[in-house]
């Protein structure tokens, strides 16, 4: 029981935060695994008498073990339970501060779109979330959109065809309105070279 | 040169001076403008390194005229008098 003693008076001569150390370097010593100590003598000992409520508390040994650990399930639930809370914050704080960002961008692309929209083209935009432009080859409508957002208006006023094209980069929907409307207008053969090309959608 | 292209860059929507032109690149925050003066050789000299540096990531450059933008062209190197570029992202088929 010496090695037992010892362990357990250094335990209780310091405070909490010193008590793991202790029972580290007293385990790495071999002073809890010789011949009759097994590891389970040491917790036997510390588990009915000692105690510390709070970090600076010194250890008493007026409690009975279990309270140990119930009040450290407590205090680690409640450590848990304020680390959720604040990483739900955070993560509240980020997608609302992304979310500010991403309808600036919005509004900027907008702006610029409709700055190079002719008064017919945005006044549909801006009625309809789509704009009609002509081109050497026909017809274009472009609708709001990302992907598949372009079609081709035959002399019938149907669709005779869909265009999928789109920045590579995850630029607002307005930017990928003007850069398809730049690419139409000014490099029509390339928008049909890297466009893919689908039927289009036809109204009974 | 950084400082100068800083300094030149500008969030606000124009209308420009007399002898202003603007880049508008688009991008995640919807676009980034950049404004020289086409008398000011520094300013030129700072947007040609600019355009250099657009053209590097993958962007086209569109030389727009008129009002509405009705008029313009795929540019492939600077051209300090132009009137209005934009600088579109690379594009990929869906």
Request: with cysteine; aromatic share 10%.
């Amino acid at each position: 029981m010496t090695s037992d003693t010892q362990i357990i008076t250094a335990a209780a001569s310091n405070r909490c935060s010193n008590i793991w150390p202790a029972w580290s370097q007293a385990y790495y010593l071999g002073n809890c695994t010789t011949e009759g100590l097994a590891n389970q003598v040491v917790w036997v000992n510390w588990q009915p008498g000692y105690s510390c409520a709070a970090e600076s508390q010194a250890i008493t040994v007026n409690q009975l073990g279990e309270q140990v650990w119930l009040d450290w399930d407590q205090r680690w639930e409640q450590f848990q339970a304020e680390q959720q809370r604040v990483i739900a914050a955070q993560v509240e704080r980020q997608t609302t501060a992304a979310k500010v960002l991403r309808d600036e961008a919005d509004k900027k692309a907008e702006a610029l779109l409709l700055r190079h929209l002719t008064p017919e083209q945005r006044a549909k935009y801006t009625e309809a979330r789509y704009f009609e432009l002509r081109t050497k080859s026909g017809l274009y409508r472009l609708y709001k959109g990302w992907a598949g957002n372009v079609a081709r208006i035959g002399p019938d006023g149907q669709e005779s065809d869909r265009f999928c094209i789109h920045p590579e980069r995850a630029v607002p929907e307005a930017d990928n309105l003007l850069s398809q409307k730049f690419m139409l207008e000014f490099e029509e053969d390339r928008f049909l070279k890297i466009a893919n090309r689908s039927p289009g959608r036809r109204v009974a | 040169m950084s400082s100068v292209i800083d300094s030149m860059t500008a969030i606000s929507e124009e209308p420009l001076g007399p002898t202003q032109s603007v880049m508008a690149k688009l991008d995640e925050s919807g676009d980034t403008k950049t404004i020289w003066d086409r008398n000011n050789p520094i300013e030129v000299e700072a947007a040609r390194a600019s355009f250099k540096r657009f053209k590097d990531e993958g962007y086209t450059a569109y030389s727009v005229k008129g009002e509405r933008g009705e008029r313009g062209e795929v540019i492939t190197s600077f051209d300090p008098t132009a009137e209005r570029i934009i600088f579109a992202p690379r594009m990929k088929g869906g």
